[in-house]
Nanobody
Framework: QVRLVESGGGLVQPGGSLRLSCAPS????????FGWYRQAPGKQRELVAD???????NYANSVKGRFLISRDNAKNTVNLQMNSLKPEDTAVYYC??????????WGQGTQVTVST
């Protein structure tokens, strides 16, 4: 069973930045892909960004140019750097991984609130 621990959420003013981290219970190289998803109240969960084992990344149109997903091999984490945050970025953010058998695992979620 894979365990994912997310950190870095919080309250930030519009225009500010936050950095989320996802630490799996095994090596990040064990997985085919990592993704960050978010779910706002009353809305469906949506993909924010993902990165596959080759390093190729993909972003939702709403966050392109503002968010950056990356792997930190030394710290064994996958991070989401979020800049120029907007109130509409407010949501619970979830880390997701895909293992070699195409099994999905989810973290517990971390709250991001963008507000004055």
């Amino acid at each position: 069973q894979v365990r994912l621990v997310e950190s870095g959420g919080g309250l930030v003013q519009p225009g500010g930045s936050l950095r989320l981290s996802c630490a799996p219970s095994s090596s990040i190289f064990d997985f085919k892909a990592f993704g960050w998803y978010r779910q706002a109240p009353g809305k469906q969960r949506e993909l924010v960004a993902d990165i596959v084992s080759t390093g190729t990344t993909n972003y939702a149109n709403s966050v392109k140019g503002r968010f950056l997903i990356s792997r930190d091999n030394a710290k064994n984490t996958v991070n989401l750097q979020m800049n120029s945050l907007k109130p509409e970025d407010t949501a619970v953010y979830y880390c997701n991984v895909l293992d070699p058998t195409d099994q999905n695992y989810w973290g517990q979620g971390t709250q991001v609130t963008v507000s004055t």
